[in-house]
Nanobody
Framework: QVQLVESGGGLVQPGGSLTLSCREASGTSTVRATAWFRQVPGQEREALSCINSSDDGTFIADSVKGRFTMSRDSAKGTVYLQMTNLKAEDTAVYYC????????????????????WGQGTQVTVSS
């Protein structure tokens, strides 16, 4: 019954930067395989990036490679999505998700794998 909380969304101009964060609502610092997704109304949820439980295995979608970077601060129990050179097509609701399994060697971009989710945070890229 772990709930995640995303923050950092908002309005940003094209070409700008924004950093999203995600942590457990309880404040518990637990290292889990974690992923970021985004969704535009009427479209399928799109996988963006994931990291395994030991922070040595990652994946990033081609659509955001070179612009988005996922990272984790284990001490703070927080994962981040650093976004740069934002474009209008990046406008979406962004979600973080975590795997309930304690050890995951290779992270997955399949939505069905993840048990814990946040409520989403809106990112709008507009002049």
């Amino acid at each position: 019954q772990v709930q995640l909380v995303e923050s950092g969304g908002g309005l940003v101009q094209p070409g700008g930067s924004l950093t999203l964060s995600c942590r457990e609502a309880s404040g518990t610092s637990t290292v889990r395989a974690t992923a970021w997704f985004r969704q535009v109304p009427g479209q399928e949820r799109e996988a963006l990036s994931c990291i395994n439980s030991s922070d040595d295995g990652t994946f990033i979608a081609d659509s955001v490679k070179g612009r988005f970077t996922m990272s984790r601060d284990s001490a703070k129990g927080t994962v981040y999505l650093q976004m740069t050179n934002l474009k209008a097509e990046d406008t979406a609701v962004y979600y973080c998700a975590a795997d309930s399994r304690p050890v995951v060697y290779s992270c997955s971009m399949r939505v069905g794998i993840y048990d814990y989710w946040g409520q989403g945070t809106q990112v709008t890229v507009s002049s």
